[in-house]
């Protein structure tokens, strides 16, 4: 069984880079996205965030550094990590965090958001991370013993309105109810001014994803740009 992770600090102040590719993409292959992860620390990021049960499995191999699993299941409502068994077998494959749907809304399983945080504790040695949608699911999510709370669905859930960038406005909200848990700001971070305004906003770290790792859509930035 993977250790437990027991202190945080590596992490405050610090980046956290998201390694996905998505369905279909020529990237899709957790050995590429090991390679992506790796050279994301080689730059500095402290801890690395992969989906899917492989590149879990990849990425612990490739990096020294802390990893945050999930396992997409779907696209749409609840399909982050969605149900207690999809967050296991990510804990199996040596997530020292597992980020979950950290939502109000009802999980496939049929099991509350705090069942599942209880059971990922009972069965393994993983935090959790609970990606949220809303000031209220953070709230909520703390109260339910997540370790870590996110921003991540911010814009994806119907709660919050899809910012062009990072939901400033949310992570300073959760900031200043002071949960008790380290706030993670997740969500179209698109540029190192955006991450220091994170940190800024009151976020113990940041996870960026798409602006480091798809070229596919940095790629389109430059295109549009261009008018092309
Ligand atoms: C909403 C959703 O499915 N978010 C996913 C969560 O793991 C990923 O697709 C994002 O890339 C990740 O959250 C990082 O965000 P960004 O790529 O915007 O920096």
């Given at each position: 069984m993977t250790l437990k992770l027991?202190?945080?600090?590596?992490?405050?102040?610090q980046l956290v880079v998201s390694a996905q590719a998505y369905p279909?993409?020529?990237?899709?292959?957790p050995r590429t996205m090991a390679q992506v992860a790796a050279s994301a620390v080689i730059g500095g990021a402290a801890a690395i965030r992969v989906q899917g049960i492989a590149d879990i499995q990849f990425a612990r191999a490739a990096v020294e550094v802390p990893v945050i699993g999930l396992w997409k299941d779907g696209?749409?409502?609840?399909?982050?990590?969605?149900?207690l068994q999809h967050a296991l077998s990510c804990a199996s494959a040596g997530a020292h965090i597992v980020a979950i749907d950290g939502t109000r809304r009802p999980r496939p399983d049929g099991l509350t958001l705090a069942q599942t945080i209880a059971g990922i504790h009972a069965q393994s040695n993983a935090l959790v991370m609970a990606d949220c949608g809303s000031f209220e699911d953070a709230v909520a999510a703390a109260n339910a013993g997540a370790d870590l709370i996110g921003t991540t669905l911010a814009g994806y859930s119907g709660e919050r309105p899809k910012t062009d960038g990072p939901d400033l406005e949310l992570i300073a909200a959760i900031a200043a109810a002071e949960l008790g848990k380290p706030l993670i700001a997740e969500g179209r971070i698109h540029s190192p001014t955006q991450a220091r305004a994170a940190l800024d906003a009151g976020a113990f770290a940041v996870v960026v994803g798409t602006a480091i790792t798809h070229p596919a859509t940095i790629t389109g930035w430059f295109k549009d740009a261009l008018g092309a």
């Open positions: 027991t202190n945080l600090d590596s992490l405050a102040g279909g993409e020529p990237m899709r292959d696209h749409d409502g609840v399909f982050i990590t969605p149900t």
